[in-house]
Protein backbone atom coordinates (compact mmCIF):
# COMPACT_ATOMS: atom_id res chain seq x y z
CA UNK A 1 0.00 0.00 0.00
CA UNK A 2 2.79 2.37 0.71
CA UNK A 3 4.40 1.48 -2.32
CA UNK A 4 1.30 2.38 -4.33
CA UNK A 5 0.68 6.01 -2.23
CA UNK A 6 4.90 6.68 -3.45
CA UNK A 7 4.41 5.60 -6.89
CA UNK A 8 0.53 7.83 -7.39
CA UNK A 9 2.49 10.48 -5.44
CA UNK A 10 5.58 10.66 -8.23
CA UNK A 11 3.46 9.76 -11.09
CA UNK A 12 1.23 13.33 -9.71
CA UNK A 13 4.48 15.00 -9.71
CA UNK A 14 5.58 14.10 -13.36
CA UNK A 15 1.80 15.23 -14.52
CA UNK A 16 1.86 18.46 -13.21
CA UNK A 17 5.60 19.20 -13.99
CA UNK A 18 4.90 18.30 -17.75
CA UNK A 19 1.45 20.56 -17.46
CA UNK A 20 3.54 23.32 -15.88
CA UNK A 21 6.11 23.35 -18.61
CA UNK A 22 3.79 23.12 -21.32
CA UNK A 23 1.90 26.20 -20.04
CA UNK A 24 5.20 27.98 -19.67
CA UNK A 25 6.31 27.04 -22.73
CA UNK A 26 3.16 28.18 -24.37
CA UNK A 27 3.05 31.82 -22.48
CA UNK A 28 6.70 32.31 -23.33
CA UNK A 29 5.86 31.43 -26.87
CA UNK A 30 3.25 34.07 -26.77
CA UNK A 31 5.12 36.66 -24.95
CA UNK A 32 7.83 36.26 -27.22
CA UNK A 33 5.26 37.10 -30.31
CA UNK A 34 3.61 40.02 -28.34
CA UNK A 35 7.29 41.54 -28.11
CA UNK A 36 8.22 40.77 -31.74
CA UNK A 37 4.84 42.55 -32.59
CA UNK A 38 5.61 45.44 -30.22
CA UNK A 39 8.51 45.85 -31.08
CA UNK A 40 8.03 45.36 -35.11
CA UNK A 41 5.24 48.36 -34.57
CA UNK A 42 7.64 50.63 -32.79
CA UNK A 43 9.78 50.51 -35.42
CA UNK A 44 7.59 50.80 -38.03
CA UNK A 45 6.25 54.55 -36.12
CA UNK A 46 10.08 55.51 -36.06
CA UNK A 47 10.86 55.11 -39.58
CA UNK A 48 7.54 56.62 -40.72
CA UNK A 49 8.43 59.50 -38.85
CA UNK A 50 11.86 59.70 -40.47
CA UNK A 51 10.47 59.41 -43.52
CA UNK A 52 11.90 56.63 -44.61
CA UNK A 53 8.83 54.44 -45.35
CA UNK A 54 5.41 55.09 -46.54
CA UNK A 55 3.79 51.56 -45.54
CA UNK A 56 4.37 48.63 -44.25
CA UNK A 57 5.37 46.86 -47.73
CA UNK A 58 8.33 48.80 -47.35
CA UNK A 59 8.84 48.63 -44.05
CA UNK A 60 8.72 45.04 -44.40
CA UNK A 61 11.27 44.89 -46.63
CA UNK A 62 14.15 46.98 -44.37
CA UNK A 63 17.44 45.91 -43.11
CA UNK A 64 15.93 46.81 -39.31
CA UNK A 65 12.68 44.75 -39.92
CA UNK A 66 14.49 41.82 -41.14
CA UNK A 67 17.17 41.67 -38.44
CA UNK A 68 14.33 41.97 -35.92
CA UNK A 69 11.98 39.09 -37.63
CA UNK A 70 15.57 36.96 -37.64
CA UNK A 71 15.70 37.37 -33.93
CA UNK A 72 11.56 36.71 -33.52
CA UNK A 73 12.15 33.53 -35.40
CA UNK A 74 15.38 32.73 -33.77
CA UNK A 75 14.10 32.60 -30.05
CA UNK A 76 10.90 31.23 -31.13
CA UNK A 77 13.14 28.15 -32.50
CA UNK A 78 14.61 28.43 -28.99
CA UNK A 79 11.36 28.43 -27.16
CA UNK A 80 10.98 25.56 -29.11
CA UNK A 81 13.80 23.33 -29.23
CA UNK A 82 14.40 24.21 -25.32
CA UNK A 83 10.67 22.92 -24.73
CA UNK A 84 10.89 19.88 -26.98
CA UNK A 85 14.57 19.20 -25.57
CA UNK A 86 12.61 19.25 -21.54
CA UNK A 87 9.75 17.14 -22.57
CA UNK A 88 12.07 14.11 -24.33
CA UNK A 89 14.59 14.53 -20.96
CA UNK A 90 11.54 14.30 -18.69
CA UNK A 91 9.89 11.27 -20.39
CA UNK A 92 13.27 9.25 -20.72
CA UNK A 93 13.70 10.09 -16.99
CA UNK A 94 10.00 9.05 -16.62
CA UNK A 95 11.21 5.83 -18.60
CA UNK A 96 13.99 4.65 -16.69
CA UNK A 97 12.39 5.46 -13.26
CA UNK A 98 9.60 3.56 -13.72
CA UNK A 99 12.12 0.59 -15.78
CA UNK A 100 14.31 0.88 -12.28
CA UNK A 101 10.83 0.51 -10.27
CA UNK A 102 9.38 -2.44 -12.20
CA UNK A 103 12.81 -3.76 -11.89
CA UNK A 104 12.74 -3.69 -8.22
CA UNK A 105 9.29 -4.98 -7.99
CA UNK A 106 9.94 -7.98 -9.70
CA UNK A 107 13.44 -8.40 -7.92
CA UNK A 108 11.49 -7.99 -4.36
CA UNK A 109 9.02 -10.67 -5.24
CA UNK A 110 11.57 -13.15 -6.22
CA UNK A 111 13.31 -12.43 -3.32
CA UNK A 112 10.46 -12.88 -1.45
CA UNK A 113 9.69 -15.96 -3.36
CA UNK A 114 12.89 -16.80 -2.75
CA UNK A 115 12.60 -16.81 1.32
CA UNK A 116 9.43 -18.66 1.25
CA UNK A 117 11.00 -21.60 -0.94
CA UNK A 118 13.93 -21.60 1.54
CA UNK A 119 11.95 -21.76 4.41
CA UNK A 120 10.17 -24.63 3.35
CA UNK A 121 12.75 -26.47 1.99
CA UNK A 122 15.18 -25.88 4.96
CA UNK A 123 11.88 -26.19 7.44
CA UNK A 124 10.12 -29.81 5.09
CA UNK A 125 13.91 -31.92 5.77
CA UNK A 126 14.26 -30.77 9.16
CA UNK A 127 10.84 -31.85 10.18
CA UNK A 128 11.26 -34.79 8.75
CA UNK A 129 14.77 -35.82 10.36
CA UNK A 130 13.37 -35.14 13.39
CA UNK A 131 10.07 -37.04 13.61
CA UNK A 132 12.64 -40.04 12.53
CA UNK A 133 14.90 -39.09 15.50
CA UNK A 134 11.76 -39.26 17.87
CA UNK A 135 10.36 -41.63 16.63
CA UNK A 136 13.89 -43.95 17.18
CA UNK A 137 13.45 -42.18 21.08
CA UNK A 138 10.26 -43.06 21.73
CA UNK A 139 9.65 -46.54 20.07
CA UNK A 140 11.32 -50.18 19.87
CA UNK A 141 11.50 -50.72 16.50
CA UNK A 142 12.18 -53.38 13.94
CA UNK A 143 15.04 -53.69 12.13
CA UNK A 144 13.63 -53.28 8.93
CA UNK A 145 11.57 -50.02 10.32
CA UNK A 146 14.78 -48.23 11.55
CA UNK A 147 16.32 -49.74 8.10
CA UNK A 148 13.29 -47.67 6.31
CA UNK A 149 12.85 -44.52 8.64
CA UNK A 150 17.02 -44.12 8.13
CA UNK A 151 16.50 -44.32 4.67
CA UNK A 152 13.74 -41.59 4.76
CA UNK A 153 16.30 -39.59 7.12
CA UNK A 154 19.17 -40.15 4.64
CA UNK A 155 17.50 -38.80 1.86
CA UNK A 156 16.00 -35.61 3.43
CA UNK A 157 19.66 -35.21 4.76
CA UNK A 158 20.84 -35.17 0.92
CA UNK A 159 18.40 -32.90 0.16
CA UNK A 160 19.71 -30.53 2.65
CA UNK A 161 23.31 -31.09 1.23
CA UNK A 162 21.91 -30.29 -1.99
CA UNK A 163 20.53 -27.04 -1.12
CA UNK A 164 23.04 -25.52 0.93
CA UNK A 165 25.22 -26.88 -1.76
CA UNK A 166 23.15 -25.09 -4.28
CA UNK A 167 23.63 -21.66 -2.03
CA UNK A 168 27.09 -22.14 -1.59
CA UNK A 169 27.76 -22.24 -5.66
CA UNK A 170 25.15 -19.35 -6.28
CA UNK A 171 27.12 -17.23 -3.94
CA UNK A 172 30.15 -18.02 -5.21
CA UNK A 173 28.74 -17.02 -8.80
CA UNK A 174 28.34 -13.59 -7.11
CA UNK A 175 32.11 -13.31 -6.80
CA UNK A 176 32.86 -14.22 -10.34
CA UNK A 177 32.90 -18.02 -10.76
CA UNK A 178 35.92 -19.64 -12.12
CA UNK A 179 36.00 -23.08 -12.99
CA UNK A 180 38.28 -25.45 -12.22
CA UNK A 181 39.20 -27.15 -15.50
CA UNK A 182 40.18 -31.05 -15.50
CA UNK A 183 40.33 -33.73 -18.41
CA UNK A 184 36.51 -35.28 -17.72
CA UNK A 185 35.31 -37.97 -19.44
CA UNK A 186 31.84 -36.41 -19.93
CA UNK A 187 29.96 -39.56 -21.45
CA UNK A 188 31.11 -41.71 -19.11
CA UNK A 189 30.36 -38.92 -16.26
CA UNK A 190 26.22 -38.45 -17.87
CA UNK A 191 25.79 -42.21 -18.25
CA UNK A 192 26.53 -42.19 -13.77
CA UNK A 193 24.15 -38.94 -13.35
CA UNK A 194 21.60 -41.10 -15.25
CA UNK A 195 21.85 -44.19 -13.80
CA UNK A 196 21.98 -42.59 -9.76
CA UNK A 197 18.79 -40.69 -10.96
CA UNK A 198 17.16 -43.76 -12.42
CA UNK A 199 17.92 -45.37 -9.13
CA UNK A 200 16.49 -42.21 -7.32
CA UNK A 201 13.22 -42.02 -9.21
CA UNK A 202 12.59 -45.85 -10.35
CA UNK A 203 8.64 -44.99 -11.49
CA UNK A 204 10.98 -42.02 -14.16
CA UNK A 205 12.12 -43.00 -17.84
CA UNK A 206 15.85 -42.25 -18.78
CA UNK A 207 17.28 -42.97 -22.02
CA UNK A 208 21.21 -41.68 -23.11
CA UNK A 209 22.60 -41.66 -26.53
CA UNK A 210 25.93 -40.44 -27.94
CA UNK A 211 28.43 -40.58 -30.29
CA UNK A 212 30.90 -43.08 -29.66
CA UNK A 213 34.30 -41.29 -30.16
CA UNK A 214 33.80 -38.01 -27.93
CA UNK A 215 36.96 -36.83 -26.78
CA UNK A 216 37.49 -36.16 -23.19
CA UNK A 217 36.43 -32.64 -22.31
CA UNK A 218 38.60 -29.80 -20.14
CA UNK A 219 35.64 -28.85 -17.52
CA UNK A 220 34.89 -28.65 -14.20
CA UNK A 221 34.08 -31.94 -12.96
CA UNK A 222 31.68 -30.60 -10.42
CA UNK A 223 30.38 -27.73 -12.30
CA UNK A 224 29.21 -30.66 -14.94
CA UNK A 225 27.72 -32.61 -12.59
CA UNK A 226 25.92 -29.72 -11.20
CA UNK A 227 24.36 -28.94 -15.01
CA UNK A 228 23.76 -32.03 -15.63
CA UNK A 229 22.10 -33.04 -12.15
CA UNK A 230 19.63 -29.83 -12.12
CA UNK A 231 18.33 -30.05 -15.39
CA UNK A 232 17.71 -33.67 -15.48
CA UNK A 233 15.95 -33.13 -11.70
CA UNK A 234 13.91 -29.98 -13.16
CA UNK A 235 13.08 -32.62 -16.30
CA UNK A 236 11.14 -34.91 -13.53
CA UNK A 237 10.12 -32.17 -11.23
CA UNK A 238 7.70 -30.42 -14.33
CA UNK A 239 6.72 -33.67 -16.04
CA UNK A 240 3.78 -35.39 -15.47
CA UNK A 241 4.62 -39.12 -14.11
CA UNK A 242 5.82 -41.16 -15.14
CA UNK A 243 8.54 -38.58 -16.52
CA UNK A 244 10.14 -39.74 -19.85
CA UNK A 245 13.38 -37.93 -20.02
CA UNK A 246 15.99 -38.30 -22.85
CA UNK A 247 19.99 -37.07 -22.73
CA UNK A 248 21.92 -36.70 -26.04
CA UNK A 249 25.84 -36.00 -26.09
CA UNK A 250 27.12 -35.38 -29.96
CA UNK A 251 30.14 -33.79 -31.04
CA UNK A 252 30.26 -30.87 -33.81
CA UNK A 253 33.80 -29.97 -34.77
CA UNK A 254 35.43 -28.44 -31.66
CA UNK A 255 32.19 -28.72 -29.80
CA UNK A 256 30.34 -30.88 -27.44
CA UNK A 257 26.72 -30.89 -28.21
CA UNK A 258 24.37 -31.46 -24.96
CA UNK A 259 20.29 -32.15 -25.42
CA UNK A 260 18.09 -32.51 -22.63
CA UNK A 261 14.62 -33.22 -23.48
CA UNK A 262 11.45 -33.72 -21.80
CA UNK A 263 7.99 -34.22 -22.36
CA UNK A 264 6.93 -32.48 -19.74
CA UNK A 265 4.70 -29.22 -19.68
CA UNK A 266 6.96 -26.96 -21.46
CA UNK A 267 8.13 -23.27 -20.79
CA UNK A 268 5.89 -20.21 -22.90
CA UNK A 269 8.07 -17.81 -24.51
CA UNK A 270 7.37 -15.77 -22.28
CA UNK A 271 9.01 -17.73 -19.48
CA UNK A 272 11.97 -18.52 -21.58
CA UNK A 273 13.05 -14.90 -21.25
CA UNK A 274 13.04 -15.29 -17.19
CA UNK A 275 14.02 -18.66 -16.17
CA UNK A 276 17.79 -18.68 -16.15
CA UNK A 277 17.51 -15.17 -13.96
CA UNK A 278 18.35 -15.54 -9.85
CA UNK A 279 15.58 -16.86 -7.51
CA UNK A 280 13.09 -16.77 -10.60
CA UNK A 281 10.39 -19.65 -10.29
CA UNK A 282 7.00 -19.56 -12.18
CA UNK A 283 3.86 -19.05 -10.47
CA UNK A 284 3.38 -17.90 -7.04
CA UNK A 285 5.32 -19.42 -3.65
CA UNK A 286 2.29 -19.40 -2.06
CA UNK A 287 0.71 -21.88 -4.23
CA UNK A 288 3.19 -23.42 -5.67
CA UNK A 289 3.55 -27.58 -4.81
CA UNK A 290 6.97 -27.97 -6.65
CA UNK A 291 9.80 -28.06 -4.31
CA UNK A 292 12.94 -26.16 -5.16
CA UNK A 293 14.11 -21.99 -4.78
CA UNK A 294 14.78 -20.65 -8.20
CA UNK A 295 18.83 -21.31 -8.18
CA UNK A 296 19.37 -24.32 -10.38
CA UNK A 297 18.93 -22.97 -13.68
CA UNK A 298 20.55 -19.54 -12.65
CA UNK A 299 23.48 -22.13 -11.65
CA UNK A 300 23.22 -23.62 -15.20
CA UNK A 301 23.45 -20.89 -16.98
CA UNK A 302 26.32 -19.17 -15.37
CA UNK A 303 28.39 -22.38 -15.23
CA UNK A 304 27.57 -22.99 -19.13
CA UNK A 305 29.06 -19.22 -19.71
CA UNK A 306 32.19 -20.01 -17.81
CA UNK A 307 32.89 -22.36 -19.86
CA UNK A 308 32.75 -20.45 -22.66
CA UNK A 309 29.65 -21.93 -23.43
CA UNK A 310 25.72 -21.32 -24.27
CA UNK A 311 22.46 -22.80 -23.45
CA UNK A 312 19.48 -22.23 -25.05
CA UNK A 313 15.73 -23.67 -25.08
CA UNK A 314 13.10 -24.75 -27.84
CA UNK A 315 10.18 -26.50 -27.53
CA UNK A 316 10.43 -30.34 -27.85
CA UNK A 317 7.19 -32.64 -29.83
CA UNK A 318 4.49 -33.07 -29.08
CA UNK A 319 4.89 -31.07 -25.78
CA UNK A 320 7.86 -30.49 -23.23
CA UNK A 321 11.12 -28.71 -23.32
CA UNK A 322 14.69 -29.28 -25.24
CA UNK A 323 17.74 -27.68 -23.40
CA UNK A 324 20.85 -27.22 -25.55
CA UNK A 325 24.22 -26.67 -24.38
CA UNK A 326 27.66 -26.02 -26.37
CA UNK A 327 30.39 -26.27 -25.04
CA UNK A 328 33.89 -25.59 -26.88
CA UNK A 329 36.29 -28.97 -26.42
CA UNK A 330 39.27 -27.70 -25.17
CA UNK A 331 43.03 -28.86 -25.94
CA UNK A 332 44.27 -30.45 -22.78
Not at 71 to 87: D, H, P, V
Amino acid sequence: MENLKLRLLSNFVIVFLLLAFGWWSILLYTKNKDAFIAKSNYLQIVLAAKGDIANRIEFEKTVDFKELESNYKRQEWMILGEALFFILSLVIGIYIINRGYNREMIAAQERRNFLLSITHELKSPISSIRLVLETFLKRDLEKNQINQLSGTALEETERLTTLVEDLLLAAKMENHYEPVLESVDAVDLIDQLVKRLQAKFPKAHFSFRHDGQIPHIMADKTGLTSITLNLLENAIKYSPAPAKIEVAANQNGSFLLLDFLDQGYGITEKEKKKIFRKFYRTGSEDTRSTKGTGLGLYIVKEIVEAHQGKITIQDNQPRGSIFKIKLPLKDE
